[in-house]
Nanobody, 124 residues
Framework: QVRLVESGGGSVQSGGSLRLSCAASGYTFSTYAMGWFRQAPGKEREGVAAITGSGRFTVYADSVKGRFSISKDNANNAIYLQMNTLKPEGTAMYYC?????????????????WGQGTQVTVSS
């Protein structure tokens, strides 16, 4: 059974940093691409960053390019999202998700398995 557990959320002031973690279990971790998504109240879920199964290739939403970095640790079955220079519009619930193939995508429809989320609040 696929299990994804996020951690690392919290409250931070504008300009600050946070590092989110997602621990995965129940499948062969290196086989599948993974992604980070976020959803603010009243808004649709949006893709933030994604990474291939191998961890070699990444993609980012334009809104976070140059500030966020996704990484994948295939030895420890975990992915991370380093978030720097956070902005108030980054306030949202952040979710990690697992795709059913090896290539990355920022479309939520490409992902079948989701964690419960971790809250990030950025104050101005």
């Amino acid at each position: 059974q696929v299990r994804l557990v996020e951690s690392g959320g919290g409250s931070v002031q504008s300009g600050g940093s946070l590092r989110l973690s997602c621990a995965a279990s129940g499948y062969t971790f290196s086989t599948y691409a993974m992604g980070w998504f976020r959803q603010a109240p009243g808004k649709e879920r949006e893709g933030v960053a994604a990474i291939t199964g191998s961890g070699r290739f990444t993609v980012y939403a334009d809104s976070v390019k140059g500030r966020f970095s996704i990484s994948k640790d295939n030895a420890n079955n975990a992915i991370y999202l380093q978030m720097n220079t956070l902005k108030p519009e980054g306030t949202a619930m952040y979710y990690c998700a697992r795709s059913d193939d090896n290539w990355y995508s920022l479309y939520s429809s490409s992902y079948k398995h989701w964690g419960q989320g971790t809250q990030v609040t950025v104050s101005s």
